[in-house]
């Protein structure tokens, strides 16, 4: 079925590629399904009280909602919803998920909160309060950073609660692990954790890595110490040059530290830490060792030297989130062209000629957010435009976001290339 479909899908789309872009080198972009879609993010409510009484009260605002991270279990979709201002009534929620749907999407799904209403309470810090990611690991747990902080991007964010990472078993949908991050490693009133990685070599051997977006550094957590600190670098800093973001002949202003983050794969022992900051176009390098190095020290974090840093290259444009697959090939979004490239790791580094385009589309790839990548050969993006949700310029009639699949024939940097698609 996917053999007979790929061969006129990937034709067409370099077809309507190459007519549409003229910066587009001569390789082959990859199909993709639009498998879920929305005008605007609504939930399963406990009823059709508890929806009315969400919105009289604003916990749910419609045109807030914003659907940002994603990862994808079996047959679940797990998607976060910032809660960057007041109006998202859950921050973690799921979609079902066939794993053998085609490529018909589904419209419009209603979020149904993880693992309950109940654990996504505003203001009860035994809860998680503000997910704008997780990871799932190779053992079926999901680790969520918590930036314990809500509304970080109103007025008055809501400082109450300390930040935190949870685990939690998908097994049983229970929480089996919470560290609760000591102030000094990870800010009450300023952080904004970002995106995270997770390298596990057994289920208690786990080193977790978090950007932190607004206090631009790259958080540590060691599960088998259950200890946590942070290293810091000027290149983990917005870019002055780069705060510009030219989209569809529009220009926006972001000033966003670190947020991309991925994780050398298995075959090469999770052993680099590859980010980039929002408002950057160059990607860059630290080795975990260095990592694990600042972690021994007393201090809550380390300033690390340049020497440890590797600059591996540029982009043609700035990037949300990134990931690798279990080949080492890297994938990340391209916001000004509503693109998203690949560039394999072994290569070293990042050049104009080792980058390529995976797609391309102006309608479907506005912002290309988060990446997930499945145990089925699937690649799942969120393309979230959120260049208009934060300039309040979305068009509710219009489809606002999106889930998209790419077959790619690999699994997450989690896996050895070796490893079979199950
Ligand atoms: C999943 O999708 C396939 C193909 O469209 C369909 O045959 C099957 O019934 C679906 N399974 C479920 C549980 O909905
Ligand atoms: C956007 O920025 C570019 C480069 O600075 C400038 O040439 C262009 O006029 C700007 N566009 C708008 C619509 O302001």
Redesign the pocket.
Known sequence: MRLQRFPIRSLIALVLACSKISWISAQSPLPYDVVYSWKKIDFQFKSPEHKTEAIKSGEYIPEIATASGIKVSGDRIFITVARWRAGAPASLAYVPYNRTMGPQPMKEPLLIPYPSWEFNEGGNCAVLQYAQSMEIDQFSRMWVIDAGRRNIFDKSPDNKCPPKLLLLDLKTDQVIHSHEFPAEVVGRTSNFLNDLVVGCTSEKNCMVYISDSVDAKIIAFDFSTDKSWFVQHPSMKADPDAL?F?IL???YTFDIAVNGIALSNKDRNFDTVYYCSLSGVDVYSVAVATIKQAGASKQPGVQLKDSDVTHIGKKDSQSDGMTIDANGIMYYGDIGHNAIKSWNTNEGKMTDANQKIVAQNDNDLQWVDTFSIDTDGHMFVTPSRLHRHFTDTLDFSDTNFRVVRFFINSENYMYSKMDPLT
């Open positions: 510009k030219t002949g529009t220009n």
